[in-house]
C-alpha cells in the first residue's frame, strides 16, 4: 500500500508528500488563482509517468549492458476541453545517449510501456499513450 497526503497553505498552493518522506509544491497559475510556485497537478501526473518509464528503461538498458550515458524523455499531453480535463493523448519522446543499438532502445520501452510502467497501465485505459525514440551519440 502506498500513502500521501496533500496540505492546503493559501492560495491554490499546496504542499503533497509521500511515504518517502519528501515534499513537492503542488499549485497553479497565478490567473488560476496560485502562485505559480509549483507544477500543476495535471503536470505532476505526467511528470509520474516519465518518471516510471524513464526508471524502466534504464534499468532494462542496464541489464541488457547498453552502453547508455543518457537518457531524456519528452511528453507531450493533449487534454480534453471539457471537465474532467483528462488526458485523451500522451505522446513519449525517448532520446538515448550513448551506442545504445536501437533495436535495444525500442524493445526496453516496449516492454515499460505495456509490462512494467505502473503509470502508464494506470492512464491507458482512458489515455492513448503513444511513442517515438532515437539514439544520439555521447559527446
Known amino acids: 500500500m502506498t500513502n500521501a497526503n496533500i496540505t492546503w497553505v493559501e492560495g491554490m498552493q499546496f504542499i503533497a508528500r509521500g511515504d518517502s518522506g519528501h515534499a513537492i509544491v503542488i499549485d497553479t497559475k497565478a490567473e488560476d488563482g496560485g502562485f505559480g510556485s509549483g507544477p500543476g497537478p495535471m503536470e505532476v501526473l505526467l511528470m509520474g509517468v516519465l518518471g ?39 505522446h513519449l ?9 536501437p533495436e535495444a532502445l525500442a524493445r526496453a520501452i516496449q516492454l515499460s510501456e505495456e509490462k512494467y510502467c505502473s503509470a502508464i497501465a494506470t492512464v491507458r485505459g482512458v489515455t492513448q499513450i503513444t511513442s517515438s525514440y532515437r539514439v544520439e551519440a555521447a559527446g
Not at 543518457?70 to 493533449?78: M, N, P, S
Not at 519522446?93 to 543499438?101: F, H, K, L, R, S
Open 93 to 101: 519522446e525517448y532520446v538515448a545517449t550513448g551506442e545504445v543499438d
Open 52 to 90: 516510471c518509464t524513464s526508471m524502466d528503461v534504464i534499468s532494462i538498458l542496464k541489464k541488457k549492458r547498453q552502453p547508455v550515458t543518457g537518457l531524456k524523455v519528452l511528453a507531450t499531453g493533449e487534454r480534453r476541453s471539457e471537465h474532467p480535463k483528462c488526458y485523451t493523448k500522451i
